[in-house]
């Protein structure tokens, strides 16, 4: 059923016998929000909006100017496929607004839209496709834990790969609510899977991301497992990554594709990676947003860390796939799936029209080498850098870049840093059992 207008809403709800609507919205660190309101007031949903209190939620506002009003999204309208036995429940996502009418400049939702319209005001249309990774761990009296549910491989299958069935679940009820799956697989890590939906524009696939790690937690969670998109639960395997395929479109046409440039790449593809890897660091507190992030981008895991650019190399940070035409697209390899995809496609997109409109050049950073393979004196002399170590160090490059702040805003810009520096501070004074076992008799 295609919904685009509030009669189509009104229809569907009809014809579906929906009985409630769960309105959802995110916090600026990607935590999916969510009020139910019964059917009976979805005119005053679809009219002046819900109202809430926006000071109970993570980075929006103080408890003096708390009141905040839900606009839902009428695109975003899905039933929600399960525990339908007190009536069938709906869901819209709400791009959130002041009591005057005004957009929220904190709402992570606005914030792309914002950038996505400066590109659209440069003739462009910016596509996404991203790769989510997430682990399955068993559940023991009621409390997750690190154990996994199976001990395949990768692109192992039954009976090594437990899951199986789990992953058909999920794919099936993501489809009902209108994904187009491209493919599902395990993992290189034991319990580790990955499922692929179809690139869409920006806006829409970050509400896909959003969805599609709510649905992946509530069937599992169906089935006794603990699904978890922490980038490095388990140390000594490969963690979780969201690599996400980029591309920008102009007149219908695909604008990173010119067949007759290097490597069939147009000066705009040329331009957004050079963009791309000069703010990538600072990206880096965005796409790579927790202190476990950064246990993932070290070498050795297939995790990208070396800020290079190049062909087929999964080696280097960003890759261009060897597909051409339409499918001409970037991939950027070092963000996990514990970020917020709003605000995550908003930087990427605010890195790669900065390359534009500057038109910076990337050429020196690009390689075919295994940079894995290189010593540290081989890395010095290719002047190959490499991406934060910390999140403090990642914060530290996001509050001095002045693009990002401009295109997020003050008010995400400062929380975004005022977050970080409190996950920092309360992980930096832990003494964990690392330094216990290491210490305690030593010293």
């Not at 969805?211 to 169906?222: C, D, G, M, P, S």
């Not at 067949?259 to 507190?285: C, T, W």
């Not at 999964?314 to 995809?341: K, W, Y």
């Amino acid at each position: 059923m295609i919904i685009n207008t509030k009669e189509d809403v009104l229809k569907a709800i009809e014809e579906l016998d929906v009985k409630f609507i769960r309105l959802q919205f995110t916090d600026i660190q990607g935590v999916v929000k969510d009020v139910e309101i019964p059917v009976t007031q979805i005119q005053k949903a679809l009219g002046p909006g819900i109202s809430f209190d926006g000071s109970s939620v993570e980075g929006f506002v103080r408890i003096d100017e708390s009141d905040m009003v839900l606009h839902p999204d009428v695109r975003s309208f899905a039933i929600l496929p399960w525990n339908q036995s007190r009536g069938v429940v709906a869901r819209m996502i709400c791009d959130v607004y002041k009591p005057d009418g005004t957009p929220f400049t904190g709402d992570p939702r606005y914030v792309l839209k914002k950038v996505l319209e400066e590109a659209h005001d440069m003739g462009y249309t910016f596509n996404v496709g991203p790769e989510l990774e997430f682990f399955l761990f068993e559940i023991e009296d009621g409390v997750a834990t690190t154990k996994p549910h199976d001990f395949g491989r990768y692109f192992e299958f039954a009976p090594a790969d437990l899951a199986e069935d789990i992953r058909r679940e999920i794919v099936q009820t993501l489809t009902d609510m209108n994904f187009d799956i491209e493919a599902s697989h395990h993992e290189v890590a034991f319990g580790q899977h990955e499922i692929d939906f179809k690139y869409g524009d920006a806006l829409t696939t970050a509400d896909n991301v959003v969805t599609f790690k709510y649905v992946t937690r509530t069937i599992a969670k169906l089935n006794g497992l603990h699904a978890t998109f922490m980038p490095k639960p388990v140390f000594g395997e490969n963690g979780s990554g969201m690599h996400i395929n980029l591309s920008l479109s102009k007149d219908g046409k695909n604008a990173f594709y010119d067949p007759d440039g290097e490597m069939e790449l147009s000066d705009i593809a040329f331009y957004f990676i050079g963009g791309l890897l000069k703010h990538v660091k600072a990206i880096a507190a965005i796409s790579n947003p927790l202190v476990n992030s950064y246990k993932r981008l070290v070498p050795g895991y297939e995790a990208p860390v070396y800020i290079t650019w190049s062909g087929a190399n999964r080696s280097s940070l960003i890759r261009i796939p060897s597909a051409r035409g339409n499918s001409t697209r970037i991939e950027l390899r070092n963000p996990d799936p514990s970020c917020n995809p709003y605000l995550t496609f908003a930087a990427i997109l605010a890195a790669g029209l900065d390359g534009i409109k500057n038109k910076i050049d990337p050429s020196e950073k690009y390689t075919e080498e295994n940079i894995f393979e290189l010593t540290a004196c081989g890395l010095l002399d290719k002047g190959i850098k490499t991406l934060p170590e910390t999140l403090n160090e990642a914060s530290m490059y996001f509050a001095n870049d002045e693009l990002l702040m401009n295109a997020l805003g003050e008010h995400v810009h400062n929380n975004v840093l005022r977050i970080a520096k409190a996950e920092w501070d309360n992980y930096r004074i832990q003494v964990h059992d690392w330094e216990i076992q290491r210490y305690l008799n030593t010293v």
